[in-house]
């Protein structure tokens, strides 16, 4: 018997019993969409991740206070060991960063008329746009005569600006933060939320007005308190040398001998943790989403046994006329493929179409990974093959004598 007459009596057989064989690739049509959605989401979560890390500023590193360990551990109170002076002494004898830029946040209430908000207030200073890649919409940012002087004066995200001054401009106004008056001289250009810091929806301040008139006192016996230390690197190139002076500029400072008061995180460093990690997860999930294969792979075996069991009286007949082993094998084997393949099929349809729709209801660019539709596929297409040839060996040896008394 050749190809396409088993291939017509495969789809003639499957046709007959359309619930049991939906039933059957049901199975694998779970495994395919879930593979292939699972593995688009991993993609689209570690693009997400890599494009907020890339807008936290170009060749950027964080230089954040205590220990990796200390603050790994959490509970434990942050030291307040890092200071304006440190930012300031990395500016002047540091030669391959660009632009350094202290950090200090708190919650305040802002209010301007009869409109208040309860926002994040940031200290810190002109070098802040440069090295976080902010521009300013309107106006003009922090100057270093406001940090000198201690001047009241404030640049708005452009949500808060939004909210508190609707259709009236901004520049030159006066809100009023803990009870003091200060004016806007900038709004800076919406730039969306990053890593959960949102700095549309924020007041940024000079940190010497932060300090005196917000926070209310130095909490650092060395100086003015920061969270963290923004620095910018001249390059890509310059980055591991910025961080080996920074790391001996801070030792000498800090009078450090064993163990570091202070470790600095690179953009470098946080896109390998972050892929490390979105790839773990997502070999995670499409592992897990891989046993809806497996069990449809059982489902195509166990329903194919059923059948040849059902078919005894048709496998005997053929036989008894001239079908040979190798053609009631290969009858099976076409069945139990073609079952595979269209729930692999159909799993692809609903996987990718999946994809698009989490792409459009969330902020992940999920993207359909030709890889893991190929493997999705391939590995369907096999495990058919593979779970098909039990059911069909055992079809093939039945003996056409038995098989006819059986019937």
Not at 230 to 237: I, N, R
Not at 296 to 301: A, C, D, K, L, Q
Request: glycine content about 10%.
């Amino acid at each position: 018997m050749d190809l396409t007459e088993s291939l017509k009596m495969a789809f003639k057989t499957l046709t007959a019993n359309k619930l049991r064989s939906g039933l059957t690739m049901l199975g694998i049509v779970i495994g395919n969409a879930s593979v292939i959605a699972m593995v688009g989401i991993g993609e689209g979560a570690q693009k997400y991740i890599n494009e907020q890390l890339q807008t936290l500023g170009p060749n950027v590193m964080f230089i954040i206070p205590g220990s990796r360990e200390t603050r790994e551990l959490g509970g434990l109170e942050v030291p307040r060991n890092l200071v304006v002076a440190d930012a300031e002494a990395i500016a002047t004898q540091v030669p391959s960063v660009v632009g350094v830029a202290p950090e200090y946040s708190t919650q305040v209430q802002v209010i301007y008329g009869n409109r208040t908000a309860n926002v994040s207030v940031t200290g810190t200073n002109e070098d802040f746009p440069k090295v976080r890649s902010f521009e300013v919409a309107q106006g003009r940012f922090i100057r270093d005569l406001d940090l000198r002087s201690h001047s009241q004066v404030v640049v708005l995200g452009a949500s808060l600006a939004e909210r508190l001054f609707d259709q009236e401009l901004p520049l030159g106004q006066r809100i009023r933060i803990k009870g003091i008056s200060f004016e806007v001289v900038g709004v800076l250009k919406a730039k969306g939320s990053n890593l959960g810091l949102n700095y549309d929806d924020s007041v940024i301040i000079p940190i010497t007005t932060l300090a005196s008139q917000i926070v209310g006192r130095r909490r650092s016996p060395y100086g003015i308190e920061v969270s963290y230390i923004s620095v910018s690197a001249k390059d890509q190139e310059s980055m591991k040398t910025a961080e080996f002076q920074i790391t001996n500029l801070l030792r000498l400072r800090h009078k450090i001998r064993n163990g570091d008061d202070f470790f600095i995180n690179s953009q470098d460093t946080l896109l390998t943790i972050a892929n490390t990690i979105t790839s773990a997860l997502t070999l995670m999930l499409a592992a897990i989403a891989s046993i809806s294969l497996l069990v449809g792979g059982i489902g195509i075996m166990n329903i194919m046994l059923v059948s040849v069991r059902e078919r005894t009286q048709e496998i005997g007949l053929r036989k008894a006329i001239g079908a040979s082993q190798q053609d009631i094998l290969i009858q099976f084997m076409i069945e139990a493929v073609i079952l595979s393949a269209a729930g692999g099929a159909i799993g692809t349809t609903l996987g990718v179409s999946g994809i698009l729709l989490i792409s459009t209801l969330s902020p992940f660019t999920a993207g359909v990974s030709i890889v893991a539709v190929s493997l999705a596929v391939s590995v369907s297409g096999g495990i058919g093959l593979f779970f098909g040839v039990v059911p069909a060996r055992q079809a093939a040896k039945l003996d056409p004598i038995v098989a006819l008394r059986s019937a």
